[in-house]
């Protein structure tokens, strides 16, 4: 199959009109590997009238029709979804298998959303005269702009598309320049689906100007961002000057806390292979190690042995674990992370360089720090890197105070054998979500989101179509 590397706009594959375009690079090589359009006022312009048409024809479509279209586009990914990993992890870097993991629940996304296509109920309410018949409708909120990051490409843009599609909306879609293609493959699959013209529209380019132009534009109606907490401030003003829907998902910095009944040797092996999943470059990855006192020992040698024993390399190449950081922004912010906990005492049990023999790419081992404190930039920053700082706890209260003390609430772990502790420490937690005994929580049925800092609003789930509706009530006199 063809890999696109030209914007998908109006139902039509298309340079930029200046036929000027950005490199992408190959994190693991450093080498060019393709390229894409760098959009120009005019291409947005031509993208916000074709989504505007689109909605317009998309919105009178059945629900049915609707699902069907996106049951489509679900199989359409599941059946080229190791072309789509390929591609991904050239642009991304994570391994191949990783890749192909998140190309399936990208499927899930629009597979879920076929369904919820036909769930979208209204009501109608007995009021206080037989004269009148009340009704609540919920309608597609209009054209949506969606911004999505480059550590999940392909996952999180669906997780925009979908819920649009589903609800009649139409959507203009704009990838990180890192890792475009994915999502470019991802209009393949709703062309396939013969999706009409104008319903999904993705525009490649420099993320300033794009954003501005779609903002400041009256056809967009609901704004769907997935991104930093810099980027989401100022995506807010602008969403605020034009009173326009947004919803925002801006990152953690996840605590786990393991207490003194868990499996701590399960635990610890649980944790690090959750930790450098994506090298790190996860939103919702455990950050911070809050370990009872009485078993961290133990945790610490199993969690260590764990890191060491995952291989590093291309992610191209078989049984490669984790590959490099995605781009040098992160390689540097790592290093530096590094250096200014090691400088305030922090101890480093595995890790803590740039690999030997890995000198094309952007590469750094998995890295285990232990005596950290709350001096130290990466117990207050997100790391979005492969650092696994490890601190002790002696009670409860004292963990869940350090464990919140943080502006970012998106997710939390717990490992116990305890009900009773699960309970109270996921309730104890200001977090939008918990996983006890595992770190896999994120799945299609499951609503995705947090709270402070991480943003508002949900996706995923029942709650995610929410989103991309507008609730109208109508008070009928007979």
């Known amino acids: 199959m063809n890999i696109p590397h030209d914007m998908y706009i109006d139902g039509q594959w298309t340079g930029s009109s200046d036929d000027q375009r950005i490199d992408i690079i190959n994190p693991a090589t450093l080498e060019t590997i393709d390229s894409v359009p760098k959009a120009t006022t005019s291409d947005l312009d031509g993208a916000l009238a074709a989504a505007d048409r689109g909605w317009r024809h998309w919105r009178e479509v059945d629900a049915w029709t609707r699902s069907a279209k996106l049951r489509h586009i679900a199989d359409w990914i599941r059946a080229h979804a190791q072309t789509i990993a390929e591609v991904l992890t050239d642009e991304q870097g994570k391994p191949v298998p990783e890749a192909k993991g998140e190309i399936m629940a990208t499927a899930d996304q629009f597979d879920w959303y076929a369904d919820e296509a036909r769930r979208i109920y209204g009501r109608v309410i007995d009021g206080h005269s037989r004269d009148h018949r009340m009704l609540v409708l919920r309608q597609p909120v209009g054209p949506v702009a969606a911004f999505s990051p480059w550590n999940f490409p392909a996952l999180l843009s669906a997780r925009k598309m979908a819920p649009a599609i589903a609800a009649g909306c139409s959507i ?6 890192e890792a475009p293609r994915a999502t470019l493959m991802l209009a393949q699959a709703c062309e396939s689906a013969q999706l009409p013209a104008g319903v999904v529209n993705v525009v490649t380019g420099k993320s300033a100007q794009i954003s501005e132009q779609l903002l400041r534009s009256p056809i967009i109606r609901k704004i769907s961002l997935t991104g930093s907490v810099d980027v989401g ?18 990152g953690g910095h996840s605590p786990v806390l393991v ?13 690090a292979k959750g930790k450098f999943r994506n090298n790190g470059q996860v939103c919702i990855a455990a950050s911070r190690f809050f370990v009872h006192e009485s078993v961290v020992d133990r945790f610490t040698k199993t969690f260590v042995e764990t890191a060491k024993a995952m291989r590093l390399g291309n992610g191209r190449e078989e049984g490669v674990e984790i590959g490099p950081l995605a781009n040098e922004r992160r390689l540097v912010a ?19 360089r740039r690999p030997d023999g890995h000198k094309n790419g952007y590469y750094y081992e998995p890295t285990v720090l232990t005596n950290v404190d709350d001096s130290m930039k990466l117990m207050h920053e997100e790391p979005f890197a492969p650092i696994a700082p490890i601190t002790t706890f002696n009670d409860m209260e004292n963990v869940l105070q350090q464990a919140n003390d943080t502006e970012l609430g998106l997710a939390g772990y717990i490992f116990t054998q305890n009900t009773k502790t699960a309970f109270h420490a996921s309730e104890g937690l200001e977090v939008g979500m918990v996983g006890v005994n595992h770190l896999v929580i994120a799945s299609a049925e499951m609503p995705f989101g947090g709270i402070k800092q991480s943003g508002f609003g949900r996706e995923g789930g029942s709650e995610g179509i929410d989103y991309y509706t507008v609730t109208k009530y109508i008070n009928l006199k007979l």
Do not use: Y
Not at 260 to 266: F, G, Q, T
């Open 259 to 271: 207490f003194e009944d868990a499996d701590v040797e399960e635990a610890a092996a649980t944790c």
């Open 172 to 177: 203009i879609v704009k990838p990180a320049i």
């Open 334 to 352: 790592t290093e530096s992370l590094v250096a200014d906990a090691v400088s305030k005492g922090a101890a480093v049990a595995c890790g803590g």
């Open 233 to 250: 401030k100022q995506v807010l003003h602008q969403a605020a000057d034009q009173i326009k829907s947004i919803t925002m998902e801006l």
